[in-house]
């Protein structure tokens, strides 16, 4: 499923885009097995009178609530979010009825650190925070293939340093100062 181009300028091009990793399905996922199982159960189960008819109204309330509320919202929500990474920014957009969606400048970004737990390492996936100047984060969280999206997010903000220096003259790094002649060997103080 494409970003929709609305919402990318005319020089804009999709580099990465992403939903949070298939390992957050299998909870809800297991819910709403588990809901529709249980039901299927109470109807085999229960007398067929109107006790029976009675409590399996309440089961597949009880049920059709869990599985709605546990199984088939989250498995919504993670199908509306998106990881975007264009050639100007990273997109993060979330949000079934009310969406919610952050940009991040390249330019602005200051620093992207990767982890991941053992069980991210087995499936591939990972945290991906993301630092930008104001003291201001953005976090994709279980995004799939985390090593590759980051290295991929370097080569788009390298890419962007190169097309755009003008953008990134503020980051030039200070020279460091010139240390007198007795600190420069190893920190010993020698004259």
């Known amino acids: 499923m494409a970003f929709p181009d609305e919402v990318l300028t005319d020089e804009e091009e999709v580099v990465l885009h992403l939903h949070p990793h298939w390992k957050t399905t299998i ?21 067929q009178n109107n006790g029976g008819y009675l409590a399996f109204g309440v089961v597949a309330l009880i049920m059709g609530y869990y599985g709605i509320r546990y199984g088939v919202a989250p498995l919504v929500i993670w199908r509306c979010t998106h990881y975007v990474v264009t050639t100007q920014r990273v997109l993060l957009q979330n949000g079934v009825i009310a969406r919610e969606r952050r940009d991040l400048p390249l330019n602005r970004i ?11 390492r087995l499936f591939g996936s990972g945290t991906l925070t993301i630092d930008s100047i104001g003291d201001q ?3 994709l969280a279980a995004i799939p293939q985390a090593n590759h999206v980051q290295t991929a997010l370097y080569e788009v903000i390298e890419q962007d340093r190169l097309h755009n220096p003008e953008d ?3 980051d030039e790094p200070e020279e460091e100062p010139e240390l007198p002649p007795q600190r420069r060997r190893g ?4 004259r």
């Open 27 to 47: 909870r809800p996922g297991a819910v709403v097995v588990l809901a529709v199982v249980t039901a299927a159960l109470s109807w085999v189960m229960l007398p």
């Open 168 to 170: 990134y003259e503020d």
């Open 110 to 120: 200051d620093n992207h650190l990767m982890t991941q737990s053992f069980l991210d």
């Open 137 to 139: 984060a953005a976090v």
């Open 187 to 190: 920190g010993l103080f020698r």
